[in-house]
């Protein structure tokens, strides 16, 4: 099969997908199969491609068109385990605060989805303000968790995962010796284990709430994609929107506009604001020291920096 940097139309050298997945052994392995794939599935589901979005790191995205015209969105992933639940967490949604899945291969880790138009981000939306845009990201949070979670589901569970990570988070500093406050590090550890089994309600949560994930729609206002499905906490979920709708840290008084934002978030989806800073805590935890593995140390002591912040918010 031909490398497919050579299909200039639907894979042009310089797609994301083409230089990062290039980086590594399996990611090679998948783009070498994966011409053949898209025109496997382009076959089957009867679809007209337009040129690949531009975005995207570890897979490859088109818009489409089915046979009776319908605007869609094609999806196929590397296989890799974050991107494993996203067929079965739309699924369970069904058009509730997220796209609508119109087709599924799970083998293939391949999507067609629901096109959102006209595709704005939540995060580029500025000049409706970085409150209202939280209203509206927690707007479509309180749709996505209203979803029953089905008793054989089988999607991840957040206290498993984040089980495992809080021993990676514990092992990393053990090895690495970063450098960082060794108490916070210790309590981000026993948050990640502690706060999934606080829980008072589970519900299908995204997993990677973040602004960018949050698109304009005609169906719906605002509608998420790309999501990373586990069953457990809500709790878990709101901090990637508060982080990155714009930079509180920079704030003129970060700690009194951080402390705002949760309070602000809090009301909006019935949580409790101690709780949901204390899970940003844990996240930035984990976050740091994933940094510090992949050699930015630096990066890492300033997401340490927040994390304390968050702490000192939450009063932990």
């Given at each position: 099969?031909?490398d497919?940097?050579?299909?200039?139309?639907?894979?042009?050298p310089?797609?994301?997908?083409?230089?990062?997945m290039?980086r590594?052994a399996?990611g090679?392995?998948?783009?070498?199969?994966l011409?053949?794939?898209?025109?496997?599935l382009?076959?089957r589901?009867?679809?007209?491609?337009?040129?690949?979005?531009?975005?995207?790191?570890?897979?490859?995205?088109?818009?489409?068109?089915?046979p009776?015209g319908?605007?869609?969105?094609f999806k196929?992933t590397?296989p890799h385990r974050?991107?494993?639940?996203?067929?079965e967490?739309?699924?369970?949604?069904?058009?509730?605060g997220?796209?609508r899945?119109?087709?599924h291969?799970p083998?293939?880790y391949?999507?067609?989805?629901?096109?959102?138009?006209?595709?704005?981000e939540?995060?580029?939306a500025?000049?409706l303000?970085?409150?209202?845009?939280?209203?509206?990201?927690?707007?479509?949070?309180?749709?996505?968790?209203?979803?029953?979670?089905?008793?054989?589901?089988g999607l991840e569970r957040?206290?498993d995962?984040?089980?495992?990570?809080a021993?990676l988070?514990?092992?990393?500093?053990e090895?690495?010796?970063?450098?960082?406050d060794a108490?916070?590090?210790a309590?981000?550890a026993?948050l990640?284990?502690?706060?999934p089994?606080?829980?008072?309600?589970?519900?299908?949560?995204?997993?990677d709430?973040?602004?960018g994930?949050?698109l304009a729609?005609?169906r719906r206002p605002?509608?998420?994609?790309?999501?990373k499905?586990?069953?457990?906490?809500p709790?878990y979920?709101?901090?990637?929107?508060?982080e990155q709708?714009?930079?509180?840290?920079?704030?003129?008084d970060?700690?009194?506009?951080?402390?705002?934002?949760?309070a602000?978030?809090a009301?909006?989806?019935?949580?409790?604001a101690g709780?949901?800073?204390?899970?940003a805590?844990?996240?930035?935890?984990?976050t740091?020291l994933?940094?510090?593995e992949?050699?930015?140390v630096?990066?890492?002591?300033?997401?340490?920096?927040?994390?304390?912040?968050?702490?000192?918010?939450?009063?932990v």
């Amino acid at each position: 099969m031909d490398d497919p940097a050579r299909s200039p139309d639907l894979f042009p050298p310089g797609l994301p997908v083409l230089t990062e997945m290039r980086r590594h052994a399996s990611g090679r392995a998948w783009l070498a199969e994966l011409p053949a794939l898209v025109e496997k599935l382009r076959t089957r589901w009867s679809l007209r491609f337009g040129a690949p979005f531009p975005g995207g790191s570890c897979s490859w995205v088109a818009p489409a068109h089915l046979p009776d015209g319908t605007a869609a969105v094609f999806k196929v992933t590397w296989p890799h385990r974050e991107a494993a639940g996203e067929g079965e967490g739309l699924r369970i949604w069904d058009g509730r605060g997220a796209v609508r899945l119109l087709g599924h291969d799970p083998e293939h880790y391949a999507l067609l989805l629901e096109r959102c138009r006209p595709g704005t981000e939540l995060g580029a939306a500025d000049e409706l303000g970085a409150e209202h845009r939280l209203r509206l990201g927690a707007g479509v949070l309180r749709e996505l968790w209203s979803a029953p979670v089905p008793r054989d589901c089988g999607l991840e569970r957040v206290a498993d995962v984040c089980a495992e990570w809080a021993d990676l988070v514990e092992e990393r500093m053990e090895r690495l010796r970063p450098g960082y406050d060794a108490g916070l590090v210790a309590h981000g550890a026993r948050l990640l284990r502690e706060l999934p089994g606080g829980a008072v309600r589970e519900v299908v949560v995204h997993g990677d709430f973040n602004p960018g994930n949050v698109l304009a729609a005609d169906r719906r206002p605002w509608l998420a994609i790309d999501a990373k499905p586990m069953t457990g906490d809500p709790g878990y979920d709101p901090f990637p929107l508060l982080e990155q709708i714009d930079d509180p840290f920079a704030a003129a008084d970060p700690p009194r506009t951080v402390a705002a934002r949760l309070a602000l978030l809090a009301d909006e989806l019935g949580e409790d604001a101690g709780r949901l800073a204390a899970w940003a805590v844990a996240r930035r935890v984990e976050t740091a020291l994933w940094s510090a593995e992949h050699g930015d140390v630096a990066g890492g002591a300033e997401v340490m920096g927040e994390a304390r912040l968050l702490a000192d918010v939450a009063g932990v």
